[in-house]
Each structure stands twice: as structure tokens, then as C-alpha cells.
């Protein structure tokens, strides 16, 4: 158990390049697939298709797709964002501003894509696109909620596992519709019907990664004893 508590505590989002040249070995995926097959999912639908990509030519025409940032995504994300790892310690949620560009923390800069930042899928061995098919919802669930929060215990599955085998991994949401999404759709020939729900790197990182301060609120935070309000657990 306490192994499982620190993969979980030591489970990160890596956003480097990855090394082209390291596959992901076929058992080491297979296991991964084994993970998001025994995720919990609401009347157990198992609501979800996974394309596995690994040829290098499709992964290219993926790597060469461009995508644009919408104002919304910036806004948003503007509200997240700390700006020194003082200020992300004190916060505990959020992210550092120096993740994103300039333009993309200074309010009021027109937001500039970098070349980089512009391409949705950085260089990888291995893309997993996760599909659902939204007409299928988890019984009376309002916007299939249910189903969503499925398609998440599923996701933590294939991470933990990933990581659990030394493989990075990085998720990909921004694409899951906009033109960018549609361009994956077309390029892996995926139903009409079906919707992206999110996607993710695999891989081994091309370069040793940078220190990243990585937060937390405490449990004291967020768990309530008893009652509303009551704040931590005794
Ligand atoms: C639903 C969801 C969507 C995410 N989308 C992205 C994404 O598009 N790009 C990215 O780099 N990280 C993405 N992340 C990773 C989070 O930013 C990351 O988990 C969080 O900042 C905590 O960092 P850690 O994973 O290193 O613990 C996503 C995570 C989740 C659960």
C-alpha cells in the first residue's frame, strides 16, 4: 500500500520532447492497456476507445498539425498561474507562469504562439488518443458527468501505470475539439460519432527535466469532519 501512496505522490506531467528513437515495447503498452481496462467506470460502460499511435509517418502528420490558442484558454489559464515558486507554495493549486510564454501571462498582450507551443503533439514514440461516444451516456447522468468522471479514473490508470514503468507521460487535452481535433479525427479515420476526450504522450524524455515545484493543498484543506466547515479529520 505504501508503495501504491508513493507512486501516486511521485505520478507527474512530463512536457519535454521525448526521445523518437524509445519506443515503447509492445508488453510494457499492453500492460498500460491492461491498467485502463480494470479503471472503474459508472454501470461499468467502459465508455472508452483507445487508438494507439506509434507509426512514425502518422505521427509526424499529427507532430505537423498546427493548432491556434483561443482568448478563452488564456484568460482562464491567466487566473492559474502563479509567479514565483513563493507564490505557488502560498497558493498550493495552480501552475507557475513561467510554463507558458510571456504573452500568455502578461494581461492585455495580444497572446503570440512560438513556433514550438504552436504544435499540439511534441515529438514522441507513442500518442494514445482516447475516444467516447457522447450519445452513450451513463444512465440519467446530466451531461454524462458519470461517464466524464469514467474516462478520468481511466486516465489515471494509464498514468500510474506508465510512470510505475519509468515511461513519461504527458496529457493533451487542449485538442479535443476545434480544428486541430478534427484534423486528428480525419488523419485516424475515427467515427463521426465518436468525440477526442483527451490524449497523451508516452515516451522517455529526450533531456533530464528542469526542477518542477509541483503543490498540493494539505489534507487539512479540502476534508471536512463531519459536517461542512469542520475543517481536517480529528
Ligand atoms: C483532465 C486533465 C487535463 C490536462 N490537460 C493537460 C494539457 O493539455 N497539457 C499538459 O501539459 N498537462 C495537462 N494536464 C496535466 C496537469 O496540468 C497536471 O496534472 C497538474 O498541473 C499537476 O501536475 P503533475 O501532473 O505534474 O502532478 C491535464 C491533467 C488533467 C487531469
Redesign the pocket.
Known amino acids: 500500500m505504501q508503495d501504491l501512496l508513493k507512486l501516486i505522490q511521485e505520478?507527474?506531467?512530463t512536457?519535454l520532447p521525448f526521445d523518437p528513437d524509445r519506443p515503447i515495447r509492445e508488453e510494457e503498452l499492453r500492460q498500460i492497456l491492461e491498467a485502463a481496462r480494470w479503471a472503474p467506470t459508472a454501470h461499468n460502460m467502459q465508455n472508452f476507445e483507445i487508438i494507439v499511435v506509434d507509426d512514425k509517418k502518422i505521427l509526424e502528420e499529427l507532430g505537423a498539425l498546427k493548432g491556434a490558442i483561443s482568448e478563452t484558454f488564456i484568460q482562464e489559464n491567466y487566473q492559474q498561474l502563479s509567479f514565483s515558486e513563493e507564490e505557488l507554495l502560498r497558493k498550493k493549486v495552480g501552475?507557475l507562469a513561467t510554463m507558458f510564454p510571456p504573452s500568455w501571462r502578461t494581461p492585455g498582450v495580444k497572446p503570440v504562439m512560438e513556433e514550438g507551443r504552436s504544435r499540439p503533439f511534441p515529438v514522441c514514440p507513442t500518442l494514445l488518443i482516447v475516444l467516447y461516444d457522447p450519445s452513450k451516456r451513463a444512465p440519467a447522468s446530466e451531461g454524462d458527468f458519470l461517464g466524464i468522471i469514467s474516462l478520468?479514473c481511466m486516465?489515471q490508470n494509464l498514468w500510474l501505470e506508465s510512470n510505475s514503468l519509468g515511461i513519461d507521460f504527458?496529457?493533451?487535452?487542449?485538442i479535443a475539439g476545434g480544428p486541430v481535433g478534427i484534423e486528428v479525427k480525419r488523419i485516424l479515420a475515427v467515427p463521426e460519432n465518436l468525440k477526442i476526450a483527451?490524449t497523451a504522450r508516452l515516451g522517455y524524455a529526450a533531456a533530464a527535466p528542469p526542477h518542477?515545484l509541483?503543490v498540493r493543498r494539505d489534507i487539512e484543506d479540502f476534508s471536512h469532519h463531519n459536517h461542512f466547515g469542520n475543517k481536517g479529520i480529528g
Not at 504527458?170 to 487542449?174: D, E, F, G, R, T
Open positions: 505520478r507527474h506531467s512536457r501552475v478520468g486516465m504527458q496529457i493533451i487535452s487542449a483527451f518542477t509541483r
